[in-house]
């Protein structure tokens, strides 16, 4: 994570007003932490994270909100991690107001560095992603269960379910949010890390019952490149020699030295989830996209990152269920650290649920 996004987020959280300038650029690498980096380090960022005096919330009720805001939420403090969660939204003012509210809101969860980064006019990674979603009249909204590139890789991911249920709670209590979306269509998406967290709480938990998880009309899910299988993922990782493979097994079996992956062990279980019941996920209609799968040995640690059959199975066992729906789609010659931000990623998630909402 940049400095100077670090900063912000230390001033935002030690003072009731923070502004961050767009000329403050940095360059990003990916998660240390996570065997999936999440966008390429050659991606140039912008840290644009306005607020105001009241710690993001308008101040005047008849003033519209920022285009683009950050938020952090404090209550993440000490919850699989000491870290706040935070996330930020981006609307055009153009397609949405307070008069003219959105009717769609997408909530796309980072990668493992935990940016969203990106200012308004950016053309890379999570800025890309949320102008596009915006400039078609959504409030795009980017969230990191953790803000930075080390804790994310500390703990199972089904740990960080009070994380993500955190967020949740916390877009949904927001003035600017209540101002700028109606409420109807919801959309949840990620990439890596934030596809993979968010969806193990819906599978484990019953978060995702609630209300506030729920659009009034349309409500889906289109995540790429998650890992849904701990076993399947570790050998991956052995089987082309991936550096990450070191990074697996002490997520679970809490030790670095000779660790070795008990595929019965609780933790693996709980994060291993292509044969869940469709019955334990309150959202009907899914779309799951793996990336790289055309690359082979090296290439494969490089670009692919993750297996393709348990993102698949996942689908599959998503859509034999007699209410649900899941549309598995590819990009093989994507890369993981991209493929959610080119052209084809933004409109394979967009374009299907327009479908849905419209």
């Not at 912000?8 to 360059?27: F, G, K, N």
């Not at 996330?87 to 009717?103: E, G, L, T, V």
């Amino acid at each position: 994570m940049a400095l100077f996004y670090r900063i912000c987020l230390l001033a935002l959280a030690l003072s009731a007003a923070v502004t961050c300038s767009r000329d403050e650029r940095s360059r990003r690498g990916h998660a240390p932490n996570d065997p999936a980096g999440e966008n390429d380090a050659d991606n140039e960022r912008d840290d644009l994270l306005p607020d105001d005096d009241s710690g993001g919330e308008p101040t005047d009720a008849d003033a519209p909100p920022p285009e683009e805001q950050l938020f952090l939420v404090d209550e993440c403090k000490g919850d699989a991690g000491s870290e706040a969660c935070a996330w930020r939204y981006r609307y055009n003012k153009d397609k949405c107001s307070i008069d003219n509210p959105c009717s769609k809101l997408l909530l796309f969860f980072s990668g493992g560095e935990m940016s969203c980064d990106g200012d308004l006019d950016s053309t890379v990674g999570y800025g890309k992603v949320l102008k596009a979603y915006a400039d078609d009249g959504y409030l795009a909204i980017c969230a990191g269960i953790y803000i930075g590139d080390v804790e994310s890789g500390a703990v199972p991911y089904n740990d960080e379910a009070s994380r993500v249920k955190k967020i949740i709670s916390s877009i949904r209590a927001s003035s600017a949010v209540k101002s700028l979306w109606d409420g109807k269509h919801l959309l949840f998406s990620g990439i890596s890390h934030g596809s993979t967290a968010p969806v193990i709480a819906m599978a484990r938990g019953s978060d995702d019952d609630a209300d506030e998880w729920q659009g009034s009309g349309e409500t889906a899910a289109c995540f790429f490149d998650g890992a849904y299988d701990v076993v399947a993922t570790n050998n991956f990782a052995i089987n082309h020699s991936c550096a990450f493979v070191d990074r697996i097994c002490p997520r679970y079996m809490g030790t670095t030295t000779g660790c070795v992956l008990d595929p019965n062990h609780p933790e693996v279980v709980a994060d291993s989830i292509t044969g869940i019941a469709p019955s334990a996920l309150k959202i009907k209609n899914w779309k799951l996209v793996e990336c790289g799968s055309s690359y082979v040995g090296a290439l494969a640690c490089n670009f692919d990152f993750l297996p393709a059959p348990p993102i698949q199975a996942l689908c599959s066992a998503i859509d034999a269920g007699t209410d649900h729906t899941c549309a598995f789609d590819s990009q093989p010659t994507g890369t993981h650290l991209g493929c959610f931000s080119t052209d084809l990623g933004i409109d394979q998630c967009k374009a299907w649920f327009n479908g849905a909402a419209n």
